[in-house]
């Protein structure tokens, strides 16, 4: 989950420095820095790239940006004459800098401390380039994934292509894992989720596997049930674990399959003392017998006290199955 970020002084202190938040991802010394700056300041076992997943879309010639108060703007893909627009061919080359990134980073990290490389899932990538940005509904991609699917499916296979090289070519560069996330995976049906999460999942995590040797992680956020086939049917060797799975499943269900991580909630990071770490414990006995991470269900929210972080880390340290 992402670990970097407002919360941390130092992180605000680097991205003063940098113009916009895109530039700040394609500066390979400044990223490379605040990937390394909770590892540093925790002793962290992995560090996770300082990029963002909609580097694809803009590295496949889409217009992104993110702004203070809206959040990422993503020039719209509606049709598919936008989608015979993309490069996705060219998008991992232009991702050069992120890359760069990678290779520093793990040229700076202790040989015992992983380095976790990772890109967006085709289907929630795709929602913030027919949605425009975050949305509460994603109506306008239904709509289409439900009327149009053989147009969507091309969108789906041009953030597919781009995603396979880019993931292969963070390998190349030194990631040791990669993290595939599909943050809105729960907004699919059965058969949708099949299609337009799980089939495109299974076909990265396959051609990636066939060029590298690296795990791979899938986070099908909020997919709930569904995730006992998403670990089945994809080839990820670990699954993240949202907040709302319950302990017991994800030990009986899931982890006989893959290992698991997560799934605390970042508001428990925010609340800190006994409620969070009796969470946190919590989920070490259900989950720590087994193939586990530490993790959190979530990415830390800039209302974090950076001192409730230090807390949960030494919480997990001390704990003994
Ligand atoms: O300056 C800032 O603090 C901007 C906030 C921020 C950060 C720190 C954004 C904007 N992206 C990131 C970095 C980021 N994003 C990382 C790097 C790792 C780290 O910080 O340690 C990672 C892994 C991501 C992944 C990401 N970006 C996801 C998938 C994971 C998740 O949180 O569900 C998604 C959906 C995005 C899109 C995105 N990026 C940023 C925003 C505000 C959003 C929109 C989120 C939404 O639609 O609700």
Redesign the pocket.
């Known amino acids: 989950?992402?670990?970097?970020?407002?919360y941390l002084p130092e992180?605000r202190a680097i991205?003063a420095q940098a113009k916009g938040?895109l530039d700040?991802?394609y500066d390979p010394a400044m990223a490379a820095e605040?990937?390394l700056q909770?590892v540093r300041r925790y002793g962290l076992d992995a560090?996770?790239?300082?990029?963002?997943?909609?580097v694809v879309p803009h590295a496949m010639g889409l217009a992104v940006t993110?702004e203070e108060e809206r959040?990422?703007v993503v020039q719209r893909v509606r049709s598919t004459q936008d989608v015979e627009r993309l490069e996705p061919a060219a998008a991992a080359g232009r991702l050069e800098p992120v890359l760069g990134t990678v290779t520093r980073v793990r040229a700076a990290l202790a040989p015992d401390v992983t380095l976790i490389g990772?890109a967006?899932a085709p289907w929630?990538v795709a929602t913030?380039m027919v949605e425009g940005?975050?949305?509460r509904d994603f109506a306008a991609t239904r709509r289409w994934a439900f009327g149009d699917p053989e147009g969507f499916g091309r969108l789906i296979a041009a953030i597919e292509t781009a995603t396979i090289e880019y993931l292969v070519a963070q390998v190349t560069a030194g990631a040791d894992v990669v993290?595939l996330?599909d943050?809105?995976a729960g907004v699919l049906a059965d058969d949708a989720f099949e299609r337009w999460c799980v089939a495109p999942t299974a076909r990265i995590v396959a051609a990636v596997k066939a060029r590298t040797d690296v795990p791979v992680i899938g986070?099908p956020?909020g997919a709930g049930v569904l995730i006992e086939r998403y670990a089945a049917a994809t080839g990820v060797d670990a699954v993240g674990l949202d907040t709302t799975v319950p302990l017991a499943w994800a030990r009986d269900v899931l982890q006989p399959k893959v290992a698991v991580q997560g799934n605390l909630d970042p508001l428990l990071l925010v609340t800190g003392g006994a409620a969070m770490e009796q969470r946190a414990r919590a989920i070490l006995d259900a989950l720590g017998h087994g193939p586990f991470v530490f993790n959190l269900g979530?990415?830390?929210v800039?209302e974090t006290p950076p001192d409730h972080v230090a807390r949960l880390v030494a919480c997990v340290r001390e704990w003994r199955p």
């Open positions: 989950m992402r670990q970097a970020g407002r992180y991205r938040f700040l991802c605040v990937t909770p560090a996770i790239l300082f990029s963002d997943i909609l993110f959040g990422p990772f967006g929630t913030y940005g975050t949305s993290q996330f943050s809105w986070f956020r979530h990415g830390v800039p």
